[in-house]
Nanobody, 123 residues
């Protein structure tokens, strides 16, 4: 499976961005997908995840109420709508896929990764 992420950019605090991640190649309904991010000098952290079958979602506390993860199955695409962005949301965002329906918050559980897309939030 190949993952292609896009949608990053520069935005002012309080603004919005939508990230996209398209999966190609062999896929299945028994997968989960997630967004992680890594800020300069910090560890990679889980942002949001979604179970492909059923659409159950999970979020990091730091983004709850501001970010929304969703999917369009027909397009094999996962989105991350980011609203009310803060400077501390600045990071490289990467999408990941896991063979299995449970959304894990630890990166070690994910099997495929897309390239990162940079999100910069100015104050």
């Amino acid at each position: 499976v190949q993952l292609q992420a896009s949608g990053g950019g520069l935005v002012q605090a309080g603004g919005s961005l939508r990230l996209s991640c398209v999966a190609s190649g062999r896929t299945s309904n028994d997968v989960s997908m997630a967004w992680f991010r890594q800020a300069p000098g910090k560890e990679r952290e889980f942002v949001a995840g979604i179970r492909w079958s059923g659409g159950n979602t999970g979020y990091a506390d730091s983004v709850k109420g501001r970010f929304t993860i969703s999917k369009v199955s027909a397009k094999n695409t996962v989105y991350l709508q980011m609203n009310s962005l803060k400077p501390e949301d600045t990071a490289v965002y990467s999408c990941a896929l896991r063979w299995g329906s449970t959304v894990h918050t630890s990166a070690q559980w994910y099997n495929s990764w897309g390239q990162g897309t940079l999100v910069t939030v100015s104050s």
